[in-house]
Structures are given as structure tokens and as C-alpha cells.
């Protein structure tokens, strides 16, 4: 090959010259990966992928083993359950029963993409398309993650998060950290915001609203009003003054970090800890389908691009659509080695779907998605990444097409029937039914019991009330729960009490704990 | 805009701290899957490292979950014969596959890992509450070996080193004659030339005779003298003898359960530690007994049930046996461990002591007795208080009921060897 005296010239002249594959070997150099990236990233810019900067680290299988202990984060406060997750899955490894991701990335500004050294070329050139294009871009894309993510500071926040929990095992010692930090992952799914709280609103700002609901009752003024009769504050019954919280508190570990009257400021600390890093978490489970569909999607539809371009060679997509096929493979609920529904494989299928619908509409998709069918893909595909998560994406846009090639059914499981029942299958009847099933089977409310603080007794005994609300007459599991309540004493400090709520408001049955 | 770093030389060990701190917090459940584990293996395998299972349940960390049971509809893939409404029976073991849960994996309820050789060890001695400095050293026989250390002047005339003899020879008459053979060579030349100007006779008479007594003194230079000889020098060194046999001896008589025979196995075990860290070389001979003795494989010998009544002399008289047929005790570091929870009856422990007194102490480096009575308020038996008389230094004898008590043992040995050195 030539050498060119301006690398960024160079660039442009390997791109246009067509039938010129940036490698041909399987074997990865440092300069390689370098021009994948450069290459990857132009034909991603030419789609109109925003992203972060990406910083592409190399690891090792064993460094990669480390990451996974830690949930993916490259730095953690030390924690025995991160050791047991290191051991499972260094056992796993080492007996064969689980290869390793090759890659992971971490949602952070810029974005870290883990890249395994085992990899092939093709492999790594896979793993950039898929991590640092596709996850990258639903990471500063996604609304969720918007909303509820720092990227920016999030490395930093670990950081401190780390030196503040070894801190406090220094100075408390590390029994009294580990029990805290015991009790609060217990509640850690329980720690999750769903909703913005309002920010507190500044004096001037009150002061604002002050004059402008004094300026209101001036305008609005009527002499006729002083004739109403006066409201009696003694006919409001007493207790509902007392009720604290006035609304109930769904974030646990949100509410025993302000309220808990036992806590020690560092404890509180912890606490919070555990809940920033739950919520952190919580766009991801949101978004499994979605961000792995988006991600393949990409992966796929760049690599192609290349290979149209003659930027890698035919062995090259060779191996990459046998790397790709295997992700995106879905097996059959009766087949060996089914293990639910392979989020790779729904995600991928419903993103190409949706471009489908776009291009190449049938009379089915103008009738079912009017909106988009014959709309450009890019724009449709892109809103679609912004504006959704699990849920709502499969609602909105799970075709019927997809649910005859998935052959999906739903079974209803009742408790007065003692067997189980087909709800719907793929047929016309089905469709909705089984959009609406398969969304609501990710809907966060179906995964996880739904439990508030439903009062703070804090001017008697300081007891904390709960209340599981049952629904479809769902149970708690019943070990766990008496395990967790132990947490939440353990946290509170005073009795705690849970009751299991009937959604006619009657109270089953309940738990409590006095620590 | 994209930066490209390799980590692969940053430290890979991240997880240790929390690997240990999860052992730690484990400890009693690892420490009785360690348990399991002794009992099932060899003694010779102990101190491999292995796997250990603990039960899921125990390490689980809990959450509020929602449980099986209610209402529910799942979506699944793959259908191939149903139709709406088809009724199906519920499949066998609770739970249909659940679509969303499916993450999590295999329902494993073996939580399995891998212990290292270290930390399986420190487990087991742990459990035996050994000190730290456990592996002091134990005793030897030792063997005196020869070995060369250079020449000296005196000794056998096997050993004579014949070169360094004749170097040391030549060397002599090189310095020793050296002086006479110029004063002659001198003579004679000065002869040569008094007989060459004619000198007169007592000139050269006078000449002869100093030549003469020249000549004398190189003569009288021996070719070997006394002081010549070298012999090669060998000194006794004290070697450790590399090598140890073990005698497991046990009374397998009805009364000792389970229980006592776990005790012994782990006495004979650590025994059989101390021995294979001093030793490159350490046999194990197991002898069970009841009214008679055999030798038998580690198997039959932990794990074998045999009925019969006990006369422990038998096994004391095949040890006897076997140790002067097969490891005499010039050869072979001989420890002993006996076990037993004391049963014996009449004459026989009066017999037992004598016997090992005379015949076992003297030949063994040690020997370790350790009783396993059925409680520990249980009257001292016939044959404990014949051992008790023992005075021998290499002769160990206690009670045990428990693990702890094990190490104990074989302390008073130690000290003693520490107090030595």
C-alpha cells in the first residue's frame, strides 16, 4: 500500500477507492482498530448516529471477568455479593458454561467500551459498530437515560461512592458497612424513582407566586363572597392532619434516607449510595429490548454498508453474520436451551421490522401503523429510539407480521383454573392481545410487587407502615419477604409493619418486625 | 475523537478483595462444606485445594419478589399446534418458563466455586485451631552420612590420595634439594676447571669431597617422605533421613461410630501434613484391629465396618511386624498414630503398654495416641491408664471430643523440638 504524507487524505482515499478492504487477516493491531473506528464512525455520521465520544479500552478474559462482577461499572465499593457474583461467573467460565460478552459498555460521557483481546478482527470491528455506535447513540439518545442518567458524572460518582464506603469501613469497621449495605440492596429495587420529583422552588420564586395569587384574589374580587358562610378548620377530622407522608412514598430507600430516625449521617450516606446506583441502573432494565435491538440494528446495517463499500472482505462478513445470526437467534419455548425471550433477537427483529414498514409497506402495515408505513426509516427509527421504552415500543410497534414469525402465544394462568389456557395465538383475533400481553410482560408494575410507605407514625411510637397492593391476587414471596422485612428493621430502627392489601382497600393479612 | 486504550497490563485482580470478603462471610458454611469434603477424601489428597457447593438458599440475598400463585398470562415464542383456547395441563415442578424472569438463568441450587490449595487449607487448619506457626519442625532420625572435606595428613591408607601425595612429594624435594644440586652443579664445574689447569692433587681432592657431600645431600632428599602423605578427609555430616512411614492404627470394634472415626481421620490427617511438608517421601500404612489385626487399604480402613471384640496388643505386634520387615527403623523416620476409644479387657492393655514401651518407642520418632471416649465425663479406660505410664518424651497420649482438641496433641512435641533448636 502506499503511504500517503496526510493521514486524514489517506482516510478519504482508502474510502473512495471501492474493492480496497481495510483488512484481510484475523488478526487485530492497535493501528487496525483505529481505522475500523475512523471508517465506522463516517459511515455512522453519514446515518446521523449522534454519540459520545467512545473510549475503546482492551481487556483481557480476566479483567473482563472483573467487570462482570461489578455489574458492568469499571470501578465499585467493595461488597461480598460482587464476590459472588465474580466466583459464579469465573466458574461458569472456567467450566465452559458461559462464554463471555465481547464487549461491554458503560453510559458515560465519553462512553467506555470494553473490547476483549480474544477477539478477532472481525469480532472487534463487530463489537465497536455494535458498542460504540449503537449503544452509544440510545445512551445520549433515549429518554429515559436523558432523564435519569448523568453521563458526565457517573465515573466520578463511583469514584467517590468507592472511597466513601472504604472510609467508612475504616472508621465504623467493615461489619457495620456490610450489614448497611446487606439491607440496602435488598431494597435496592425498591430504591427506584419513577417520576421527577418537583426541584424545590426557590424564594423568589415563591415570593412570585405569592404576589401572583394575591394579584389573582384582587382581580377576582367580589363583595358578594363575604356574605358565603365561614369554613370551620373544627370539622376537619384531626387525624388527617397527622397522616405523614401526606402522599404515599413508592421509593423505599428514598423515604428511610430522609425520614429513617435512627440513621447515622454516614449510614444515610450508604443508603444513598445504593440508591443512586440503583437508579442509574434503572433506564437499562427499562430498555433491555430496545437498547440491544437499537445496538444490533446498527451493528448490522453499518458493517453491511462497509462491505457494499468493499471495505471488508467477504470472509470478514463471513464470520461476522455467523457472530450476528447466533445473537439474534430466538428458540422455541419448547426447545432445548430456550431461556425466554432473547432480547437481541425481538429488538433486532422489531428495528429492521419497522425500517421494513417504512420502505416497503404491505397492505397490513399501512392499515396497522398509518403513521409510519412509507415514512422515512431513518427519522421514524430514530423518534422511535428517543421516545420509548420496552413497554410502550412493543405496544406501539410490534407488528403482526413479527408475532407470525415469533409464533407467539400467551397463556393465561388462573388461579380457579386448574389448567392453563391458550389466551391468543398469531391469528387476527390474537394480535392485540398479544401486543398488549407481551408489553405489559415488561412493564416494570408486573415485574416488581407494588409497595409504598403508607405512614410514618413519627409523633407516637415511629413505626413505619407498608402496604404490598395486591394485584390479581398475586402473593409475595413469602421467605424473601420475611428476610427483607428483617432489612427494613434493621434500617428503620422501630417497628415496621407491611400489610398485603386487597385492591378493594381490605387488608389481607401483614408482617412485622421489631428490631 | 475516539481514544483507544489498551488496559490489558492493569492490574486483573480487581475481584479478590471481594472474592475473600465472600468466603468470609461464608465461612461457616464453606467451613462445613470443607467438612464434607475431609470426609470424603483420601488422606494423601488432603491438601489439594476443591470445590465447594454451598446450597443457593443460604447465599441468596432477598428481595420483594412476587410470588408464583394469582393471576397471570405470559407470552411466549414458538408456537406450533395450539389454538385459542386449548386447555394444557400445568407442567410438572410450579413454574411455566416466565418470559420476563428468564434472565436470571438456569434454576441452579448449587452455588459451586473453587477453593484454593491455600485457601482450603487455612480452612482445615482453621478448623482444628492450629496457630499460625503450626509447621514448626518435627523430629528426625537421622542418618550420618560421609562426605569429603579435603586432605589431611593422617589416616587410613585406603584413603591415601596418591596425586596429592606425589605433588606434595615433589614439591619437597623441588625446595629441599634445590639448593644442594647448584652447590654441586657449582663443585663440579669448578672440579672440571682445576682439572683443566692442572691444579694440584689436595686442590682436587679437597673439590671431590665437597662434591661428594654435595652429592650426599641430594641423595639423602627421599623421593617420598612422611610428610608427604595426603589422605582423603571424610567427616560424618547428620542428614535427616527424606523419608517417613505412618502408622495409621486404629480400633475399628463396634464401638467406634462415625463420629469418633471422623476425629481420628482428621488426627491422622494433620499427622499426615506435618510429615509430608518435612519429608519428600512419607508412606502411610493403615492397621485396623479388633481381636485381631490387619493391614488395609485407606478405604476399608475409615470407612469399613467390622465386627469383633479389641485386642489392641495385635495391632502393636503387626506394626512391630511390618516395620521390621519393611522400614527398619536405621532407614525410615517411623510415626505412629493410634486411635481408640479404650475399649480393651483384661491383660491386653497391661501387654499393649509393655509392648510398646519395649519394641514401638524406642524405634519410633513418635507416637501419638489419641483416645475417643463416648463423653467426656467417661471413666478414663483400662488402657489409658496403662499408656499413662509412659514416660517415653516421644509418646503423646490425650483425650478428645472435639476438633479443637486435636492440634493439642501434637503440641508438647513441638514445643519441645523448638526449645531444642
Not at chain 1, 111 to 127: D, F, G, P, T
Not at chain 1, 454 to 467: F, G, I, N, T
Request: with cysteine; glycine share 6%.
Amino acid at each position: 500500500m502506499k503511504t500517503f504524507r496526510n493521514g486524514a487524505t489517506a482516510e478519504i482515499q482508502a474510502l473512495e477507492r471501492p474493492n480496497h478492504p481495510i483488512s484481510t487477516g484475523s488478526e487485530w493491531t492497535f493501528e487496525l482498530i483505529q481505522r475500523y473506528d475512523e471508517v465506522i464512525a463516517r459511515t455512522a455520521r453519514a446515518y446521523g448516529l449522534d454519540t459520545y465520544p467512545s473510549q475503546i479500552e482492551i481487556i483481557t478474559s480476566e479483567q473482563m471477568l472483573d467487570a462482570y462482577a461489578s455489574g458492568g461499572l469499571p470501578i465499585g465499593y467493595p461488597h461480598w455479593s460482587y464476590g459472588k457474583e465474580f466466583i459464579r461467573n469465573e466458574q461458569y467460565y472456567r467450566m465452559g458454561m458461559q462464554g463471555l460478552a465481547y464487549e461491554i459498555v458503560i453510559n458515560s460521557n465519553p462512553c467506555i467500551a470494553y473490547l476483549m483481546e480474544e477477539n478477532s478482527m472481525a469480532m472487534q470491528a463487530l463489537v465497536i459498530a455494535h458498542a460504540c455506535y449503537g449503544h452509544n447513540s440510545f445512551f445520549k439518545g433515549n429518554y429515559l437515560f436523558r432523564q435519569w442518567t448523568d453521563a458526565d458524572g457517573i465515573l466520578d460518582y463511583l469514584v467517590f461512592a468507592r472511597k466513601y464506603v472504604m472510609d467508612c469501613e475504616e472508621r465504623y469497621g467493615f461489619e457495620a458497612v456490610e450489614a448497611m449495605l446487606d439491607s440496602c440492596h435488598a431494597l435496592s429495587l425498591q430504591g427506584v424513582d419513577r417520576y421527577k420529583r418537583p426541584t424545590p422552588v426557590s424564594y423568589r420564586e415563591e415570593a412570585r407566586r405569592q404576589a401572583e395569587r394575591e394579584e389573582h384574589a384582587r382581580l377576582q374580587y367580589n363583595d358578594l363572597w363575604r356574605t358565603v358562610p365561614v369554613f370551620d378548620a373544627n370539622d376537619v377530622p384531626q387525624d388527617k392532619e397527622s397522616v405523614f407522608p401526606p402522599e404515599p412514598e413508592e421509593n423505599l430507600l428514598y423515604f428511610i434516607e430522609k425520614h429513617a430516625p435512627r440513621l447515622e449521617p454516614w449510614q444515610r450516606e450508604l443508603v444513598r449510595i445504593v440508591r443512586k446506583i440503583a437508579q442509574y441502573f434503572y433506564p437499562q432494565s427499562q430498555t433491555k429490548i430496545m437498547n440491544e435491538g437499537w445496538a444490533t440494528f446498527w451493528h448490522y446495517t453499518l458493517l453491511n454498508r462497509l462491505h457494499r463499500d468493499g471495505q471488508v472482505t467477504d470472509g470478514f462478513m463471513m464470520e461476522f453474520l455467523q457472530s450476528h445470526t447466533s445473537v439474534v437467534s430466538q428458540r422455541g419455548f419448547d426447545e432445548r436451551g430456550y431461556s425466554g425471550l432473547n432480547p437481541y433477537a425481538l429488538g433486532y427483529a422489531m428495528m429492521t421490522d419497522i425500517r421494513r414498514i417504512c420502505e416497503r409497506p404491505t397492505t397490513e402495515d399501512r392499515k396497522w401503523f398509518p403513521d409510519i408505513a412509507g415514512s422515512d426509516w431513518l427519522a421514524t427509527l430514530d423518534f422511535a429510539m428517543r421516545n420509548f421504552k420496552d413497554e410502550s415500543f412493543i405496544a406501539q410497534y410490534l407488528s403482526p407480521k413479527l408475532i407470525r414469525e415469533f409464533h407467539f402465544f400467551a397463556i393465561s394462568d388462573k388461579e380457579a383454573n386448574p389448567k392453563l389456557e391458550v389466551a391468543a395465538i398469531h391469528d387476527d383475533e390474537g394480535y392485540r392481545d398479544i401486543r398488549r400481553l407481551l408489553a405489559a410482560q415488561y412493564d416494570r408494575d408486573n415485574q416488581l410487587p407494588d409497595i409504598q410507605v403508607a405512614r410514618y407514625y413519627r409523633d407516637s411510637d415511629r413505626s413505619l407502615l407498608l402496604r404490598y397492593q395486591q394485584v390479581r391476587g398475586r402473593p409475595l414471596a413469602e421467605e424473601e419477604a420475611d428476610q427483607v422485612m428483617k432489612h427494613l428493621g434493621r434500617l428503620w430502627g422501630f417497628r415496621v409493619r407491611m400489610e398485603e392489601v386487597l385492591p378493594d382497600g381490605t387488608v389481607m393479612s401483614y408482617r412485622q418486625v421489631d428490631p | 475523537m475516539n481514544s483507544l486504550i489498551d488496559r490489558r497490563l492493569n492490574g486483573r485482580n480487581k475481584s479478590a478483595a471481594n472474592r475473600e470478603r465472600f468466603l468470609r462471610r461464608y465461612k461457616e458454611q464453606i467451613r462445613k462444606a470443607v467438612g464434607d469434603m475431609i470426609r470424603d477424601r483420601s488422606i494423601e489428597d488432603m491438601e489439594q485445594g476443591g470445590e465447594v457447593k454451598l446450597p443457593v438458599r443460604d447465599i441468596s440475598e432477598p428481595h420483594f419478589r412476587v410470588d408464583q400463585g394469582g393471576d397471570r398470562e405470559t407470552v411466549l415464542p414458538g408456537n406450533k399446534e395450539f389454538a385459542k383456547g386449548d386447555q394444557l395441563d400445568r407442567p410438572q415442578g410450579g413454574g411455566e418458563g416466565d418470559g420476563s424472569e428468564a434472565g436470571e438463568g438456569e434454576s441452579v441450587d448449587q452455588f459451586t466455586f473453587s477453593l484454593s490449595r491455600a485457601e482450603f487449607l487455612s480452612l482445615f487448619f482453621d478448623d482444628l485451631e492450629l496457630p499460625h506457626l503450626a509447621r514448626t519442625q518435627l523430629g528426625d532420625v537421622s542418618e550420618t552420612k560421609w562426605q569429603r572435606a579435603g586432605y589431611t595428613t593422617t589416616g587410613s591408607p585406603s584413603q591415601l590420595s596418591i596425586g596429592r601425595t606425589l605433588k606434595a612429594s615433589l614439591s619437597r624435594r623441588v625446595a629441599l634439594g634445590l639448593n644442594a644440586r647448584g652447590e654441586l652443579e657449582r663443585a663440579q664445574a669448578r672440579l672440571e676447571e682445576a682439572m683443566a689447569r692442572g691444579a694440584p692433587e689436595e686442590e682436587l681432592a679437597a673439590l671431590r669431597a665437597e662434591i661428594e657431600e654435595w652429592a650426599g645431600r641430594v641423595a639423602r632428599v627421599p623421593f617420598l617422605d612422611d610428610l608427604d602423605l595426603r589422605y582423603r578427609h571424610r567427616v560424618p555430616v547428620v542428614v535427616p533421613v527424606a523419608r517417613a512411614v505412618m502408622f495409621c492404627l486404629m480400633d475399628v470394634s463396634g464401638s467406634m461410630d462415625e463420629g469418633k472415626k471422623d476425629l481420628a481421620k482428621r488426627f491422622f490427617t494433620l499427622l499426615y501434613m506435618f510429615l509430608s511438608r518435612k519429608y519428600e517421601h512419607v508412606d502411610v500404612v493403615f492397621i485396623r484391629h479388633t481381636d485381631n489385626a490387619e493391614e488395609v487399604d485407606e478405604h476399608t480402613f475409615f470407612y469399613d465396618t467390622k465386627s469383633g471384640g479389641t485386642i489392641v496388643l495385635s495391632a502393636l505386634e503387626l506394626m512391630n511386624q511390618i516395620m521390621l520387615e519393611r522400614y527398619p527403623p536405621a532407614d525410615w523416620n517411623i510415626y505412629a498414630a493410634q486411635a481408640s476409644d479404650g475399649d480393651s479387657f483384661g491383660a491386653d492393655a497391661g501387654k499393649s503398654a509393655r509392648f510398646l514401651a519395649e519394641n514401638l518407642l524406642p524405634a519410633t520418632r513418635y507416637f501419638a495416641y489419641i483416645e475417643v471416649p463416648d463423653s467426656s465425663e467417661a471413666r478414663k479406660s483400662s488402657l489409658w491408664a496403662e499408656y499413662e505410664q509412659q514416660a517415653a518424651s516421644n509418646f503423646a497420649m490425650r483425650r478428645i471430643h472435639e476438633r479443637s482438641e486435636i492440634f493439642p496433641v501434637f503440641h508438647d512435641l513441638f514445643r519441645k523440638e523448638a526449645d531444642q533448636s
